[in-house]
């Protein structure tokens, strides 16, 4: 059906509509399947790296094939000893006299490695150590050669994995492997974070899809069995935790839904940029807010998607007592499938770490802005808000803002002296380490004040929606008070 191409460009064979409809296509497929959506994610996103990245022969060559399904593709990045340190990897390069260069090296725990592409990381001969020296190349599986086809790098295992048995993740072996170098030297990394970001965003989506899997078998479950001589979403108790889940559902697809039309501004927007350098005003202006939101947005996304559905995919398995632990009923395979998104394309921990980074890094670039915006939410000053939801709002992001301020004081105790001025005073180790602890509940504040921020500004403009942002602020108000309680420890 060529649907790999549905947000892509037409004089390829796609469809191009917004990149916002194919992430919503893969919303569908993860609910039924997280492994197909695995799978169908290795399409599509390589031809937009293609055609972002690569020369004209290479887009013409591949991007036709992709969108027909013929090949497909990887990104290469993990090492046996090198995961989330992707500035220590090993895969070398070394340039030939006819511009390709030769990899050797190993990778593990590549998702459709055997797709017939793929993006590696590695470092050139001779380049820095760290992500300075890490460069980007393409690479064919197989080459056509006066021999017939050759093999060009060896897929040398197939993981056994506990969940999404339909994906394949394996081992892949590069032995003097004919490469591309994509771009610039030891400017990969760079490169490789924009495909990295959307496979973030797009983990986000899987976790929606289970979450959605989850919460229709549990609904029609406890709709259909009857226990005291009612069915079960009658009993008290399991409509409460029901209406509970099915509010972070939505609250959670709200988030993502805003998130993705943000993304589909900045693809375009970054696609036409690195093409033609010609952006008018609004369209510069538009880029930098949907660059702003992206960045903040991708690990609230993918950490929150992620646990969630881990989350919720085990609140159903009890939901639907004994069976939910037969293979009778699919609540086992959502579950054990939901792990996947809790490690690849960076762990939760990992997503923290980056949030917590860039609200570090934002306040302490901009410490007027941030004190500001805690005078300005205080109570006294909401009060003049014309809204509910923008009083409700103003209260939640005083108390973010209180607390968190007092947190950065404690771990790092700002001296009265110039120091205090200079970046270099916030990022001394030993007062770095005493927030690193708290980065997981600074995620989680973020993600859910992020999404009460949305539901607000949606209540403000459709009244039928205040019943959602209430809802989900009960739900979260007492996450809150543990988050501010584990600060002050």
């Known amino acids: 059906m060529d649907l790999h191409g549905l947000s892509l460009d037409?004089?390829?064979?796609?469809?191009?509509?917004?990149?916002?409809?194919?992430?919503?296509?893969?919303?569908?497929?993860?609910?039924?399947?997280?492994?197909?959506?695995?799978?169908?994610?290795?399409?599509?996103?390589?031809?937009?790296?293609?055609?972002?990245f690569c020369d004209s022969d290479l887009q013409e060559k591949f991007i036709p094939k992709i969108i027909k399904g013929e090949i497909s593709g990887s990104m290469c990045l993990t090492e046996p000893n090198f995961g989330s340190d992707v500035g220590s990897l090993r895969t070398t390069a070394e340039r030939q006299s006819n511009?390709?260069?030769?990899?050797?090296?190993?990778?593990?725990?590549?998702?459709?490695?055997?797709?017939?592409?793929?993006?590696?990381?590695?470092?050139?001969?001779?380049?820095?150590?760290?992500?300075?020296?890490?460069?980007?190349?393409?690479?064919?599986?197989?080459?056509?050669?006066?021999?017939?086809?050759?093999?060009?790098?060896?897929?040398?295992?197939?993981?056994?994995?506990?969940?999404?048995?339909?994906?394949?993740?394996?081992?892949?072996?590069?032995?003097?492997?004919?490469?591309?170098?994509?771009?610039?030297?030891?400017?990969?990394?760079?490169?490789?974070?924009?495909?990295?970001?959307?496979?973030?965003?797009?983990?986000?989506?899987?976790?929606?899809?289970?979450?959605?899997?989850?919460?229709?078998?549990?609904?029609?479950?406890?709709?259909?069995?009857?226990?005291?001589g009612k069915y079960l979403m009658d009993l008290p108790l399991y409509r409460r935790n029901f209406q509970d889940w099915e509010t972070e559902r939505d609250a959670f697809r709200v988030l993502m839904v805003d998130t993705i039309s943000f993304f589909d501004i900045y693809q375009r927007l970054d696609l036409k940029k690195r093409h033609t350098?010609?952006?008018?005003?609004?369209?510069?202006?538009?880029?930098?807010?949907?660059?702003?939101?992206?960045?903040?947005?991708?690990?609230?996304?993918?950490?929150?998607?992620?646990?969630?559905?881990?989350?919720?995919?085990?609140?159903?398995?009890?939901?639907?007592?004994?069976?939910?632990?037969?293979?009778?009923?699919?609540?086992?395979?959502?579950?054990?499938?939901?792990?996947?998104?809790?490690?690849?394309?960076?762990?939760?921990?990992?997503?923290?770490?980056?949030?917590?980074?860039?609200f570090i890094k934002s306040m302490m670039k901009y410490p007027a802005n941030f004190i500001q915006t805690l005078v300005t939410s205080h109570p006294i000053g909401s009060l003049m808000n014309t809204s509910d939801f923008d009083r409700s709002l103003s209260n939640v992001n005083y108390e973010f803002r209180k607390n968190i301020s007092a947190l950065i004081i404690r771990c790092f105790r700002p001296e009265l002296s110039k120091r205090v001025f200079k970046k270099e005073y916030w990022q001394e180790a030993e007062r770095f380490d005493k927030i690193m602890i708290h980065a997981e509940t600074l995620c989680q504040a973020l993600a859910y004040s992020e999404t009460l921020s949305i539901l607000g500004l949606h209540a403000n403009k459709d009244k039928s929606r205040g019943d959602l942002y209430f809802r989900y602020l009960k739900l979260v108000t007492p996450r809150f008070a543990q988050i501010y309680a584990d600060w002050k420890c």
């Open 10 to 52: 037409p004089k390829y064979g796609g469809m191009g509509t917004p990149v916002s409809v194919g992430l919503i296509a893969f919303e569908q497929i993860s609910r039924a399947c997280v492994s197909t959506s695995s799978q169908i994610g290795f399409f599509a996103p390589i031809a937009d790296m293609i055609e972002r």
């Open 99 to 228: 511009g390709t260069y030769l990899l050797n090296g190993t990778k593990c725990f590549i998702t459709n490695a055997g797709g017939g592409l793929a993006f590696i990381l590695a470092r050139i001969k001779g380049a820095p150590e760290g992500l300075e020296g890490v460069s980007l190349f393409f690479a064919e599986e197989w080459l056509e050669s006066s021999e017939g086809k050759l093999h060009n790098y060896k897929i040398s295992k197939i993981e056994e994995k506990m969940g999404m048995h339909g994906s394949i993740t394996c081992e892949v072996v590069y032995d003097n492997t004919i490469a591309r170098l994509v771009g610039q030297e030891n400017q990969g990394f760079g490169m490789m974070v924009y495909l990295m970001n959307e496979a973030r965003i797009s983990v986000g989506i899987q976790g929606l899809g289970l979450i959605e899997a989850s919460l229709a078998l549990a609904r029609d479950y406890a709709e259909n069995r009857k226990q005291f």
């Open 277 to 358: 350098e010609d952006l008018s005003e609004k369209e510069a202006e538009l880029f930098k807010k949907a660059s702003q939101v992206i960045r903040h947005r991708t690990p609230l996304v993918k950490y929150y998607g992620a646990e969630t559905s881990a989350t919720l995919s085990q609140k159903v398995i009890q939901a639907l007592g004994g069976y939910g632990y037969m293979n009778e009923y699919s609540a086992g395979r959502i579950h054990r499938d939901s792990f996947g998104a809790l490690l690849y394309e960076g762990t939760s921990q990992i997503q923290a770490l980056m949030a917590m980074k860039d």
